[in-house]
């Protein structure tokens, strides 16, 4: 199987990609609240490596098994994470989700796949 085809497998359904999108409490980095926090996780035990963006900005190269992206700024709203095949020229993501983000709140999506 090819490794593009092994990338498309694991990472076939959205839901399992981004399993859950969690807030915590208030974000220090966040200026009287008026933004949001948003980082990546990788927990995909037997996922390769990816490269992630948010809002179309590169948030991380080469995310391993365990590894995170720092914490993004972002304006309250729609946030879109996608999450690239680092092996692969393309401006079309593997997979992508939209989310919203309130303002003063932290956000962790793991992808899990």
Do not use: K
Not at 2 to 26: D, E
Not at 66 to 79: F, I, Q, R
């Amino acid at each position: 199987m090819q490794r593009s085809q092994q990338y498309l497998l694991r990472f076939a359904v959205i839901g399992a990609l981004v399993a859950l999108l969690v807030a915590s409490v208030s974000w220090a980095g966040a200026q009287s609240g008026d933004t949001a926090g948003v980082r990546v996780v990788h927990v995909g035990i037997d996922t390769p490596p990816v490269d992630i963006t948010i809002n179309g900005e590169p948030a991380g190269q080469l995310l391993f098994w365990l590894e995170a992206t720092d914490y993004v700024e972002v304006s309250p709203g729609d946030v879109e994470i996608a999450i690239f095949d680092p092996d692969v020229s393309s401006d079309d993501p593997l997979s992508s989700i939209t989310v919203t983000a309130e303002a003063g709140t932290n956000y962790s999506a793991v992808i899990a796949g």
